[in-house]
């Protein structure tokens, strides 16, 4: 686990960190999305290589590489003002089920391709978007067809993201008899004034509701998003948002910190005014909130499992589909924008719902772009992905990938070690609280240097 020991106290944290939302400093919130996401960044993937993609999928099974399954349901009751992801607030039910049936057969066009025919998912993730949007019949039929085509049976995980006020008792229990793990409930705050004013759909009534019945289900996991430093957000209800989000005592928390990307409502308002730093807090305060939050969870008896979650019980509250991906796992990303990667090879879908339509009837594969990665850059993918648990072996990657890490990175390593951000224990490099809290900031030193210029791309 990250070495706390740098940890800023709780005592004063604002006072020292926090900084006005409109003072003159190199430090507030601007556009653009610093959250590591992938490697390489992804303005480096281009529909030009395309037939790679083609070319592993049409070779043999990778046997020893476990297999994770996505399909990405991008429907919403109303779209917040930071998303920045593919969503769509429009659509009926027929074009929905139209949707779905796309997504089926493009699930049906992978299984029989050589190197994922026969292969069971190790997990498998729904994402939006909205799945909890979808109909308990429209879940009913969706996830009964994948099973048909990539079965289920030795899954260890099978992760479902919410929007809190779509969700009825009911379709709960439908969730959980279709063989949801993990439910993941994106409140974001318990503060109504907050929800309204950044977007969400749903309120802090409804959240409690979710909660409450999923609770009485036996999930293995409920997970709570919340978000610091949201529009109107202040010390105060920060620290109510942590102290209810502890009480509602959920198998685990994940905290991001608002980042303003070029695609949302947020920077479209900021282009018109003219304004370049966003209307939210600046990064100290939202370090500062953060490691305020882990230290009050830590205090409850959770801990930090990486840069962005806290676990109740750590044996217990795993993360299948992060680790396993960030440590080189295949991914079979179906829907529209969706992101996957086989063999090494990246690929994503087309952007759009029509095209991405267009295509799947007409018997193709929906992908518009992709990226064939060398093994150093699959080498620095692992290494800076697995950072963010807060601690990672140097064996592994000497065994993996022959690289000796203390020496490929002395430089770099040194100087995080020199500033407090990192430390070593025997054969694990350690990232310190102050580091934990800005680690997607950090991990650019790690890039090869053809790629640091398209870092917040």
């Avoid at 297999?67 to 659509?91: A, E, N, Q, S, W």
């Avoid at 029989?112 to 909205?130: C, D, E, I, N, W």
């Avoid at 230290?295 to 979650?309: D, H, I, L, P």
């Avoid at 150093?376 to 890490?405: A, N």
Wanted: with cysteine.
């Amino acid at each position: 686990m990250p070495d706390s020991s740098n940890s800023t106290s709780t005592v004063g944290v604002f006072d020292k960190l926090s900084l006005p939302l409109d003072g003159d400093s190199a430090e507030q919130t601007e556009v653009g999305n610093y959250f590591v996401a992938n490697y390489p960044p992804f303005s480096f993937w281009a529909p030009e290589y395309k037939s790679a993609v083609m070319d592993v999928l049409d070779g043999p099974a990778a046997n020893d590489t476990n297999l994770g399954v996505y399909f990405h349901i991008p429907f919403c009751r109303k779209r917040c003002h930071f998303c920045y992801f593919r969503v769509y607030t429009d659509k009926n039910a027929s074009e929905i089920n139209d949707y779905l049936e796309a997504g089926i057969r493009e699930f049906e066009a992978y299984a029989k391709k050589p190197y994922l025919a026969g292969r069971k998912p190790q997990f498998v993730y729904f994402g939006g978007g909205t799945p909890s949007y979808l109909s308990v019949k429209q879940l009913q039929s969706l996830t009964d067809r994948m099973k048909d085509l990539f079965p289920w049976d030795e899954t260890e995980e099978v992760a479902f993201e919410c929007e809190p006020g779509t969700l009825t008792e009911k379709k709960l229990e439908a969730l959980k008899e279709i063989g949801v793990t993990r439910l993941s409930l994106g409140i974001e705050a318990f503060d109504d004034h907050l929800l309204e004013v950044n977007g969400r759909a749903h309120r802090s009534k409804e959240a409690y509701r979710a909660l409450d019945f999923a609770k009485t289900l036996g999930f293995d996991q409920v997970n709570i998003d919340l978000i610091a430093g949201m529009m109107d957000e202040t010390e105060d209800n920060w620290k109510k948002c942590v102290d209810t989000a502890i009480e509602q005592d959920p198998d685990c928390v994940t905290i991001y910190q608002m980042e303003i990307p070029y695609n949302t409502t947020i920077y479209r308002d900021m282009k018109e005014s003219g304004r370049i730093s966003a209307p939210v807090a600046t990064w100290p305060t939202k370090r500062a909130w953060v490691d305020w939050a882990f230290n009050r969870f830590e205090e409850a008896g959770y801990t930090v499992s990486s840069a962005y979650t806290v676990v109740k019980n750590p044996e217990t509250t795993k993360f299948v589909y992060r680790d396993s991906l960030w440590e080189g796992a295949d991914l079979l990303s179906a829907g529209v924008a969706s992101f996957g990667h086989f063999g090494g090879v990246h690929y994503q879908n087309q952007a759009d719902v029509d095209p991405y339509n267009e295509m799947v009837n007409s018997g193709k594969l929906p992908i518009f772009r992709s990226y064939a990665t060398s093994p150093e850059e699959r080498f620095v993918r692992e290494f800076v992905l697995q950072l963010k648990l807060g601690r990672t072996s140097m064996r592994y990657f000497q065994d993996k990938y022959g690289v000796d890490v203390s020496t490929h990175y002395a430089a770099e390593l040194g100087k995080l070690e020199d500033d407090g951000y990192f430390s070593k224990d025997g054969d694990d490099i350690v990232v310190r609280r102050d580091g934990m809290l800005q680690i997607d900031r950090l991990l650019h030193g790690f890039f090869l240097e053809e790629h640091l210029d398209a870092r917040y791309t």
